[in-house]
């Protein structure tokens, strides 16, 4: 089975910049998530959608940060204006359900840095 | 802030040697979860063990949970050169993941 797809890999933009990543969840998975791994750090979450509804966003900051999974499918993850803090890993995963020992599939991350 | 703190931070051990990197958490959890991630990509779930769990055996690896002590194990036995990535261990509580920080592990042929 096709796993979790994301573009673009690799992004530099300038700070102030907007940019946006996209993720394909692998196909039947209901429970998407986006993280961001800083360099030499665990992966943090930062949103969780259960099909096109927001479970939890309570570490997304929303003042620069936004995500949208309208058709319950794709998903995007914006950043703008991009921070020189912003410059980690966004890695987005899937799972079948949002159950406790549901399996996270993850997509091999775009890598930003901000310059 | 991160759920677990891992230990060590690195490990470079010759391969066949065994490696043991341990885990700690703050928070009460669900399960506790083993991901491995090679340099540049995502990660890959390797173990789940439950919190009524108190040791889980697949193939070369051990996972060992003492939620009295907020803590876990996982052994990798006769290691090869091809284990050599990042290991982290996740707490589940509901159904977020909680991330430690990781241990680098190398092998050495």
């Known amino acids: 089975e096709a796993g979790v797809a994301q573009s673009p890999r690799y992004k530099i933009i300038e700070k102030r910049q907007s940019v946006a990543f996209w993720c394909n969840p692998i196909?039947?998975?209901?429970?998407l998530y986006w993280y961001q791994q800083i360099l030499g750090q665990g992966p943090k979450l930062l949103i969780q959608f259960q099909n096109n509804g927001v479970v939890d966003d309570s570490q997304l900051p929303k003042d620069r940060f936004s995500a949208e999974r309208l058709k319950g499918v794709d998903s995007t993850l914006k950043i703008q204006p991009a921070k020189l803090e912003d410059s980690a890993v966004y890695l987005c995963?899937?799972?079948?359900?949002?159950?406790?020992?549901?399996?996270?599939?993850f997509g091999p991350g775009t890598r930003l840095l901000v310059l | 802030s991160q759920q677990g703190e891992e230990d060590p931070q690195a490990l470079s051990i010759q391969e066949g040697e065994n490696a043991t990197m341990n885990c700690s958490y703050k928070t009460s959890i669900n399960n506790l979860q083993w991901y491995r991630q090679n340099s540049g990509r995502g990660l890959v779930h390797l173990i789940l063990i439950r919190s009524n769990e108190r040791e889980k055996h697949s193939g070369r690896l051990r996972v060992t949970l003492d939620t009295s002590k907020k803590s876990s194990s996982l052994l990798i036995t006769a290691s090869r050169a091809a284990d050599t990535a990042s290991y982290f261990c996740?707490?589940?509580?509901?159904?977020?993941?909680?991330f430690g920080e990781g241990t680098q592990l190398t092998v050495n042929p």
């Open positions: 995963a899937s799972s079948y359900n949002s159950g406790t020992e549901e399996t996270q599939y």
């Open positions: 996740a707490g589940t509580s509901g159904s977020r993941l909680t």
């Open positions: 196909s039947g998975h209901a429970t």
